[in-house]
């Protein structure tokens, strides 16, 4: 390989960030900054792209803290308001200018390890050439001293989720013949798996690195885990896209959806029963609605510490939860009736010209 500022070629890079502001975007840099200046020169990336996903009025781009020895690398652009993936190509658009081999996604609520950079450079050396891209380990720290929350057990559980790109390093050449993330993709849910299941669909192949980076549980206000009901209508989608099969292919748990279908049906019917008179009839499928809900709630409760706001809430949030994720559902049938795949992301025959500047901007816009 041709070495290019004192390293493999194949091994240049540029960070690919979106975020609306968060704080947590500081401590994400910030360690990426100490991660880089451990590693030398050598591993520092040709980028820094921070794709600012809520523009200030006017289309400008608010302030955002970036470290002192990240700025002469750092450059921050408006997105388009159309969530991370719709971020995450904007972001790509601009790295396109350095023609970097490699871009690698951060979210900005991780925080990388202190030998991140130093591992990653391990990782792109190592890919082989129908690599698509190269997955950091994710480590969720949870609290010492008592169980976990609801909220905590779910961040948890990108520990073990399979592509996400919470920290995903992906071969320039494999996002470009994936035309990028599918825009359809509004919220940070599934867009990753997507992405995954084109390339791995194309012949490509995605590796675990032994870089690490620390997803620490964000602060969430009780109703979180009502919002995230709304991935039930991108589930919709991803069965359309990649057929009955992808939950398996994707390594997705299955969820409760079935549950709180048959939750909501017999509260709906409990309710029909009593307006029409039926007691009977009503006090039945309310008897099965009341068992379905206490199930639900006490499946969230038992693993969590107990307290009386934890309590509190997933007693309250189990039985929104159920009608929540049915109404979902339901949209995406109707909103992704009509949707079909990209088809899968093949690799590029083999001596292929590498695309201009202009081609990688034009292939993820």
């Known amino acids: 390989m041709r070495p290019?500022?004192?390293r493999p070629e194949d091994t240049r890079y540029a960070v690919v960030v979106p975020t609306v502001g968060r704080p947590s975007l500081y401590r994400c840099l910030?360690?990426?900054?100490?991660?880089?200046?451990?590693?030398?020169a050598g591993r520092r990336p040709e980028r820094v792209v921070l794709v600012h996903d809520r523009p200030a009025p006017g289309g400008g781009v608010p302030d955002l803290p970036v470290p002192e020895a990240l700025r002469d690398v750092t450059l921050?652009?408006?997105?388009?308001?159309?969530?991370?993936?719709?971020?995450?190509?904007?972001?790509?658009?601009?790295?396109?200018?350095?023609?970097?081999?490699?871009?690698?996604?951060?979210?900005?609520?991780?925080?990388?390890?202190?030998?991140?950079?130093?591992?990653?450079?391990?990782?792109?050396?190592?890919?082989?050439?129908?690599?698509?891209?190269?997955?950091?380990?994710?480590e969720v720290p949870l609290p010492e001293g008592r169980s976990p929350t609801d909220g905590e057990r779910n961040t948890a559980a990108l520990a073990t989720a399979r592509w996400i790109t919470a920290d995903m390093?992906?071969?320039?050449?494999?996002?470009?013949?994936?035309?990028?993330?599918?825009?359809?993709?509004?919220?940070?849910?599934?867009?990753?798996?997507?992405?995954?299941?084109?390339?791995?669909?194309?012949?490509?192949?995605?590796?675990?690195?032994?870089?690490?980076?620390?997803?620490?549980?964000?602060?969430?206000?009780?109703?979180?885990?009502?919002?995230?009901?709304?991935?039930?209508?991108?589930?919709v989608l991803m069965r359309r896209l990649h057929g009955p099969d992808w939950r398996e292919r994707a390594a997705a748990p299955?969820?409760?959806?079935?549950?709180?279908?048959?939750?909501?049906?017999a509260g709906a019917a409990a309710l029909g029963c009593a307006l029409a008179g039926r007691r009977r009839a009503a006090a039945v499928c309310g008897a099965l609605w009341c068992a379905g809900t206490?199930?639900?709630?006490?499946?969230?409760?038992?693993?969590?510490p107990r307290s009386r706001a934890e309590v509190a809430d997933m007693i309250l949030t189990s039985t929104a939860i159920p009608p929540a994720a049915t109404w979902h559902w339901l949209r995406g049938l109707l909103a992704h009736r009509a949707e079909r795949p990209r088809g899968p992301a093949r690799p590029p025959a083999a001596g292929a010209a590498p695309a201009s500047a202009a081609g990688r901007r034009e292939a993820v816009s």
């Open 76 to 138: 921050v652009v408006p997105g388009r308001a159309r969530g991370p993936a719709a971020a995450r190509n904007t972001g790509a658009g601009v790295a396109a200018e350095d023609a970097v081999p490699w871009l690698v996604f951060l979210d900005d609520d991780v925080v990388p390890s202190a030998h991140w950079a130093e591992d990653l450079a391990h990782d792109l050396a190592g890919a082989s050439p129908t690599t698509a891209a190269v997955a950091a380990r994710i």
């Open 30 to 40: 910030e360690a990426l900054a100490d991660s880089l200046a451990r590693a030398g």
């Open 169 to 235: 390093a992906v071969r320039w050449e494999a996002f470009q013949a994936a035309g990028g993330f599918d825009e359809r993709f509004r919220r940070a849910f599934r867009e990753d798996a997507d992405l995954a299941l084109r390339l791995t669909a194309g012949g490509w192949t995605i590796d675990d690195g032994r870089r690490r980076t620390a997803h620490p549980p964000r602060d969430a206000d009780r109703w979180i885990s009502l919002r995230q009901q709304a991935g039930n209508g991108d589930d």
């Open 294 to 304: 206490a199930e639900f709630a006490l499946a969230r409760i038992l693993p969590g």
């Open 4 to 6: 290019v500022n004192g």
């Open 254 to 265: 299955p969820g409760r959806l079935s549950r709180h279908r048959a939750v909501t049906a």
